[in-house]
Structures are given as structure tokens and as C-alpha cells.
């Protein structure tokens, strides 16, 4: 399994193995567990995952399903390829946002194991954790700052500081501020910006899991997690390139 570089490598060998056990052979099945399990780790890879994969935990079980499912042969090939293809469609990028992998590359360079690693926790939830991927978003848009202000050697509260607190530092430095510009169209853009952190912040606060809710209280929708996700990538990649170019 070591060969396996990439998830849709993985994907495949999975299908392959499933095909192989329902066609009469008899691949290991510790195999396929642990592709299974390194899958079904990523949330946004496990809810596109064939139902069949997510509720059988070794071949066997898969074995006593697929036997009584479909009696020939090719009828279990053509099932277990079309249930597959959702899932190899998203890893290679038919499903993506057209954004995800030029913001991953930028963060990826910029900060793996912090900036990049947030980035990809508020992907994965996109979709399946949309309360998550809000919180996942705020954290993004902190690590970037701290990061960039760190760089900078800018003292702030590491402890308690709010998300807007932390841009107004990091903006004054980049000279993203608006009144560090006379221009009217620059100073209306980056009010956005600003206007952005501050509502992104907001909403975490409203509609991410970071705090306990009441009785009563609003859910957010895969749509308002994508929202937040997408504006937290852009923003991300916005300050990291505009760092970068003042290097």
C-alpha cells in the first residue's frame, strides 16, 4: 500500500479489490481495511464513499452483500463503478471549486504544517460539517495572521485577541489598511476586506461549534459553510501573496 502516492490511487486499488472479491477472488482483506480506513478519515471523502464501503468493515461482510445484490458478474462490475464514480470524480478535481487547489498550493508553500493544515481541515468539512467548517474558516484567517505577524516580529495577545484585531495589525503591516490610500476604489476594497474578517468572525461566532447553543438556535447549511470557506481561502491567499511580495 506504501506505493499508493495519491487518494485517488487509493480509490482506485479499493475498487479494484471489491471487484476483485465479488468476481470470485480472494484479495487480502487487511488490505482493504486499511485503504478503507485511510478514506474514510476525511470527511469530505467519506460522505461521497459507495454506502456499501462505509457499512462493510472487512471483504467478508462486503462478500455476504454482494452476493445476494447481484447474481452475475459483470452486473457487480458495472454496480461497483458506478458507485465509485462520485467519489474518483471529486479527487480528480471534476467536483472541485476551481479556487481549492491553486489556495492549497499557495498556503502549502507558504506554512504545511500550520497555515495548510487549517486550510484543509475547513475543506474536508465543507460539506459534511458545515458548523465545523465555519469554525475551521475563523481558524484559518487567525493562523495566516499570527503567522504573518510573527514573520513581521509584531507583538499582539496570543491569548486573547478577536479576529479583527489581529487584521487591523496585519493590514497596517502589509499596508492594506484603508486610510494607508487616497485612492477611492482602493480604500472601498479594502473596507471590504476588513468587512469580510469582521463578518467571517462574526459568524463563527453565531453558527460555528466553537460555543455551546441554546434550545433555540440556527443552524448553518452546506451553502453558508462554503461561503465562509471560500472567503477564508481568498483572504488567506490575499495576505500570504501580498507578504510574499513585499519580501
Known sequence: MQELETD???????QNILIARATGETPRTGDYQLLRQILMEKAALKQLMPSFVRTNRDLNQF?????YEFEKYQQRRDYIYKE????????????????????????????????????????DRRVDDPDG??????????????????LQKVAYNSKKIEIHELYKLVAKELNL???????AVFKQI?????AIISGL???????GDAHGQGKVSAKPSPRHAELAVNLAGSMAIFLVSTWQSRQ
Not at 489598511?177 to 485612492?183: F, G, I, K, L, T
Request: glycine letters at 6%.
Open 8 to 14: 485517488y490511487e487509493r480509490a482506485v486499488c479499493l
Open 63 to 67: 462478500w455476504q452483500f454482494i452476493k
Open 84 to 123: 465509485f464514480q462520485p467519489l474518483l470524480d471529486m479527487l480528480e478535481g471534476k467536483n472541485q471549486a476551481p479556487a481549492d487547489t491553486s489556495i492549497s498550493e499557495a498556503l502549502k508553500s507558504f506554512d504545511e504544517a500550520g497555515v495548510h493544515a487549517a486550510w484543509e481541515k475547513a475543506l
Open 133 to 150: 467548517a465555519i469554525t475551521a474558516a475563523r481558524t484559518l484567517l487567525e493562523t495566516v495572521c499570527k503567522h504573518i505577524l510573527d
Open 177 to 183: 489598511s484603508p486610510d494607508q490610500h487616497n485612492e
Open 190 to 194: 479594502l473596507g471590504g476586506c476588513s
Open 201 to 207: 468572525g462574526t459568524l463563527r461566532n453565531r453558527l
